[in-house]
């Protein structure tokens, strides 16, 4: 029987290769391999440094301790997030003691509502940590604006929209820093694995102190944050600052090396899949699905059901779960529902109705990095079958 899986297969035979070159060097823990990766993602991408890392929620818990190690925010200060997204958008600000303020999403995009975003600004705020929901863009010439406008450092969480852009701008580099992951089910995939990236050469320094254990190792003689000490045996186990061990392996890297070289054909794939998905949904009354800002890179395709359709997901997963078609909430839905939120400060401005439509009446399917009518007739014929 035919399966819709959440994501397809994109290695071959060289990244197998890659994983023997690895283990035939003996050095597995982080070196050549990484530095290497994260010199071509950083140039595929348009950014000025990029630090790999061992998923894409560390690349974000990175992102956040490098703004408080160089004090561009402290303890205290609020930063305004939408309601829907991944759990670790959050959890960093909260073990940062930061005030996390909830904004709803607009229901068409699935990302952050741009008209409601100004009026969430407090004299607290301090930071915007905008989503790239499913691969959408934001419209970040709106967002950018309204950060100069208010003085507001922008932090980009693209953990689920790599190769996508904005005005022929890759997503992620928006930001003074910007998140990406490479998890399994993600456009790249080395196992495990995220990045993060920066113009900013300060935070760059701070990103490599804190991934390993806070130590001095990994920085440059000439490093912005600290001066270096000639001998390099005190060097070796040297500590500035509060790290942990967030590195990647030599593994990962060498498999991202060759993914890399996909990525271009991948997004190309995925949005003609979307394509496709879209032209077919549209046959089907009641299911909103995921208006487009940018141009997409389409991590999956999500639905919201709308009019005489709402309330009707549980038995629209039930008979999708039973002809093999993976689904899932759209993220986390609305995440001030979570029984997580109890351990974190936050606010919210106005109200969430969107994220509440979404929470009860969303899900989502997968895109692949191959043509998947095949899966996409399958859904429509499931949806309609349901819904009539």
Known sequence: MLEYRLSDDTWSNKEIEAINRVVKSNRFTMGKEVKEYEEKFAEKVGSRYAVMS?????????????????????????????AVSWSTTYFPLGQYNFKIRFV??????????????????????????????????????????????????????????????????HLGTFGLLGTYSTFYSHHLCTMEGGVTVTD????????????????????PLDSKIYTKDEDDFYESFNFIVPGYNLRPIEMEAAIGKEQLKKLDEIIV???????????????IKGIKFQEEVGQSSWFGFAMVLCDNNVGKRNKIVTELKKNNIEVRPIVAGNFTKSSAIKYMEYSISNDLKNADKIHENGFFVGNHSKENRKQVNLLIEILMKVLN
Do not use: M
């Open 54 to 82: 061992n998923s894409g929620s560390s690349a974000n818990l990175l992102a956040i301790a490098a703004l408080v190690y160089s004090k561009r925010l402290s303890a205290g200060d609020e930063v305004i997030v939408p």
């Open 104 to 169: 709803d999403i607009d229901i068409n995009t699935l990302n952050i509502d741009i008209s409601n975003l100004e009026n969430a600004i407090t004299d607290k705020t301090k930071a915007i940590f905008s989503v790239n929901l499913l691969g959408n863009p934001n419209n970040y010439e709106r967002i950018l604006e309204i950060c100069k406008r208010h003085n507001l450092i922008l932090i980009e969480d693209n953990c689920e929209a790599l190769g996508g852009r904005y005005k022929n701008k």
């Open 200 to 219: 900013d050469e300060e935070l760059y320094h701070y990103l490599l102190a804190i991934r390993a254990h806070g130590w001095t190792r990994n920085l």
């Open 269 to 283: 794939q995925r949005r003609k899949n979307a394509e496709y998905f879209l032209k077919c949904i549209k046959k």
